[in-house]
């Protein structure tokens, strides 16, 4: 036990979390992307409105949220302490640096991983804080003739302070009222302040993910002649620009068709 706990206080030991926490958080970018792209159906925010539902009373779900969090702050400390523990370990530059093949990227993870906290902090305020723990989000009731398949929509208020969704069907018209989310995420992008910073926390992803996700599997020991040069298109093309550009596409197209 003791040299399992030693392991993991070195430095490796650090860097082996920091790259299983970090891959983890990769995994979250690909369903929140796939969830987030309900954003572009013109559905009047009905498709968004039950993912964002599910995700918050389904229970399996919110515990995987909550270790979604946890990862997120023990890879932002493991960072931080790695970053410090080199710096004191050099605090004085060297006179002459010796040339590298340091990608731009890597020598500031440290910034970019600045960033991209400071952004999730604040979009974790904007959203999922008030989605969670306050009265500022409202509701939407959407009634969809079963025979036709159309969906109309109008404001719901509850009766109750308590009430969170409810789902009835009367007279083959169901009936589905939620937290509409998505009215908020409109009124949060059509803040051009805020869309400026979502698109400059994007371009931190992409910088982070392009060193970032490749380091990971260098940092495990899965490096191989044959697979390695696909996980570099996969963290290239796929993490750095795909699902970064994909973030940075709703702020941009929500603020102009306001």
């Given at each position: 036990?003791?040299?399992?706990?030693?392991?993991?206080?070195?430095?490796?030991?650090?860097?082996?979390?920091?790259?299983?926490?970090?891959?983890?958080?990769?995994?979250?970018?690909?369903?929140?992307?796939?969830?987030?792209?309900?954003?572009?159906?013109?559905?009047?925010?009905?498709?968004?409105?039950?993912?964002?539902?599910?995700?918050?009373?389904?229970?399996?779900?919110?515990?995987?949220?909550?270790?979604?969090?946890?990862?997120?702050?023990?890879?932002?400390?493991?960072?931080?302490?790695?970053?410090?523990?080199n710096r004191r370990a050099r605090p004085v530059g060297y006179a002459v640096k010796a040339s590298d093949n340091a990608s731009w990227?890597?020598?500031?993870?440290?910034?970019?991983?600045?960033?991209?906290?400071?952004?999730?902090?604040?979009?974790?305020?904007?959203?999922?804080?008030?989605?969670?723990?306050?009265?500022?989000?409202?509701?939407?009731?959407?009634?969809?003739?079963?025979?036709?398949?159309?969906?109309?929509?109008?404001?719901?208020?509850?009766?109750?302070?308590?009430?969170?969704?409810?789902?009835?069907?009367?007279?083959?018209?169901?009936?589905?009222?939620?937290?509409?989310?998505?009215?908020?995420?409109?009124?949060?992008?059509?803040?051009?302040?805020?869309?400026?910073?979502?698109?400059?926390?994007?371009?931190?992803?992409?910088?982070?993910?392009?060193?970032?996700?490749?380091?990971?599997?260098?940092?495990?020991?899965?490096?191989?002649?044959?697979?390695?040069?696909?996980?570099?298109?996969?963290?290239?093309?796929?993490?750095?620009?795909?699902?970064?550009?994909?973030?940075?596409?709703?702020?941009?197209?929500?603020?102009?068709?306001?």
């Amino acid at each position: 036990m003791s040299e399992f706990k030693e392991t993991f206080n070195s430095s490796l030991g650090k860097k082996l979390i920091m790259a299983l926490t970090g891959l983890f958080l990769c995994t979250f970018l690909i369903v929140h992307v796939g969830g987030n792209a309900l954003l572009f159906k013109n559905d009047d925010g009905y498709a968004f409105n039950m993912y964002a539902n599910f995700l918050t009373h389904f229970p399996p779900i919110e515990v995987i949220a909550y270790i979604l969090y946890a990862c997120i702050l023990v890879h932002a400390l493991y960072a931080l302490i790695l970053t410090v523990k080199n710096r004191r370990a050099r605090p004085v530059g060297y006179a002459v640096k010796a040339s590298d093949n340091a990608s731009w990227s890597s020598k500031n993870m440290g910034l970019l991983g600045s960033i991209l906290f400071l952004f999730i902090v604040i979009h974790m305020g904007d959203f999922w804080y008030h989605y969670k723990f306050t009265d500022a989000v409202q509701f939407k009731e959407y009634r969809t003739d079963l025979s036709s398949g159309v969906t109309q929509s109008v404001e719901f208020v509850p009766k109750s302070a308590d009430f969170e969704h409810s789902i009835s069907t009367e007279n083959n018209i169901e009936i589905v009222r939620v937290k509409d989310l998505h009215l908020r995420v409109a009124a949060s992008f059509a803040n051009p302040v805020y869309d400026i910073f979502y698109v400059i926390a994007m371009v931190a992803v992409s910088f982070h993910l392009l060193h970032g996700f490749q380091s990971a599997f260098r940092t495990l020991g899965w490096t191989h002649r044959k697979y390695t040069p696909i996980v570099e298109f996969i963290g290239t093309w796929f993490f750095a620009v795909i699902v970064p550009v994909a973030f940075a596409l709703m702020p941009i197209v929500y603020y102009f068709k306001k």
